[in-house]
């Protein structure tokens, strides 16, 4: 949000008074900050886990259950990422997912066969809204719904984050989003 305000200040000493188009651009910053503060992360998190399913449950697989401590441990990675301004499955201490699991206290063990899965994760960054041209003035703001769509198409055109979403011995996941300073929204969704 510093670096858009610094844009739209910049653009006040540019312009001088410059009319209409100033008063849109002051316009687009207060609308952008709004779609920051106010965005309903739980209902970013419940559309996302709902597609999730969605996918799931046409392909045959089962539903996945909403798991809060899931939901707990997503949210506060994507909330680190957000603050920290990175973007990994190793936070910038070098710990991965399961690390995470078992500094919550929570534990995943399903072992399925010869294979025994303790979690699994997919993360996901993106602008909450598209700012193009100060000169432009195109400024595009998502819904939840979009967000949302957005998140999910990208993991299922991706073979890695479609497999771990399309295992079969997943019973439950939590999904957490965080939005950043700067409207850079960080999305983590947990598995087991």
């Known amino acids: ?64 259950s909403y798991n809060v401590e899931l939901v707990e441990i997503a949210r506060a990675y994507s909330q680190q990422m957000a603050k920290e301004d990175f973007f990994s499955h190793y936070d910038p201490q070098g710990r991965h997912v399961a690390d995470r699991y078992y500094a919550a206290g929570f534990t995943c063990g399903i072992r399925s066969g010869d294979y025994f899965y303790d979690g ?36 299922m055109n991706s073979p890695g984050h479609k497999e771990n979403i399309m295992t079969d011995v997943w019973q439950s996941e939590g999904i957490g989003v965080a939005i950043a300073d700067d409207g850079r929204m960080y999305v983590t969704e947990n598995f087991c």
């Open 1 to 64: 949000m510093r670096a858009l305000r610094g844009v739209i200040i910049g653009l006040l000493i540019i312009l001088g008074a410059g009319g209409t188009f100033l008063y849109f651009e002051i316009k687009a910053e207060q609308e952008l900050q709004t779609v920051v503060n106010t965005a309903n992360i739980e209902e970013i998190e419940k559309k996302i886990h709902d597609q999730i399913n969605a996918v799931r449950t046409s392909q045959g697989l089962n539903a996945l």
């Open 120 to 155: 699994g994760e997919n993360l996901s960054s993106l602008s909450v809204g598209k700012w193009i041209s100060p000169f432009g003035s195109i400024i595009e703001y998502y819904t939840a719904d979009e967000l949302s769509y957005k998140v999910v198409n990208g993991w």
